[in-house]
């Protein structure tokens, strides 16, 4: 009985054996691209191209550490900004429309399959090709201004990426992520 009931077992196994070899491992659904994911956020923009950058920008960042890895460039940089293990981004964006431009800066947080949530966003009007990103690595200590010249800047150490928000001759603002309240930061930083 034992001998029939294994040998059973056997056919039974062989038969489902070459559909189980087809199946194979599940697929992870690809990373869209970036233009569709501010399209699916921001119906009618597109992302900002270095193109569109002041050539003062260009001569800028031409050279710049903050742009030696692949995600990141002076419009969008890819890194996990608030530390859940998927990559976000930190976007420039624009739309033409009839009286001129539209531009926004995005942070989108990754949730990983290719799912991304809007975090922030900042519109600005006729200031794309001034405005740039920089990146700063986690660990990096900036010093932040306060609104009294009397106090002294204060110190940050980052616990995670961040992103410079630059505005061609007129300041920088740091964009952080603060894990205490799950959400980003945005301060002056003092030269």
């Known amino acids: 009985m034992r001998i029939a009931a294994v040998a059973c077992l056997a056919a039974l196994m062989t038969l489902h054996a070459p559909a ?3 199946e ?8 869209p691209p970036l233009a569709a994911i501010v399209a699916h956020f921001f119906p009618g923009y ?3 191209t270095l193109g569109d950058l002041a050539a003062e920008v260009g ?4 050279k710049d550490a903050a742009y030696d890895h692949s995600d990141r460039s002076p419009t969008a940089i890819r890194a996990d900004f608030d530390g859940n293990g998927h990559a976000d981004y930190a976007v420039l964006i624009k739309k033409h429309t009839a009286s001129g431009s539209d ?3 995005a942070v989108l947080l990754g949730h990983g399959q290719g799912r991304y949530a809007k975090a922030m966003e900042s519109f600005f009007g006729g200031l794309s090709e001034d405005i740039y990103l920089g990146y700063m690595p ?4 900036v010093r932040l201004t306060v609104a009294s010249p009397v106090l002294e800047p204060i110190p940050l150490r980052l ?4 992103v410079i928000l630059n505005v061609l001759d007129q300041g ?9 309240p799950d959400m980003f930061r945005r301060a002056s930083i003092a030269d």
């Open 172 to 180: 920088r603002d740091i964009l952080y992520w603060d894990a205490g």
């Open 20 to 22: 189980l070899a087809q």
């Open 138 to 141: 986690p660990g990096t200590e």
């Open 159 to 162: 616990d995670a990426p961040a």
């Open 24 to 31: 194979g491992p599940q697929k992870i659904p690809a990373e």
């Open 46 to 48: 597109t992302p900002v």
């Open 59 to 62: 001569a800028l960042t031409v």
């Open 103 to 105: 531009e926004i800066f």
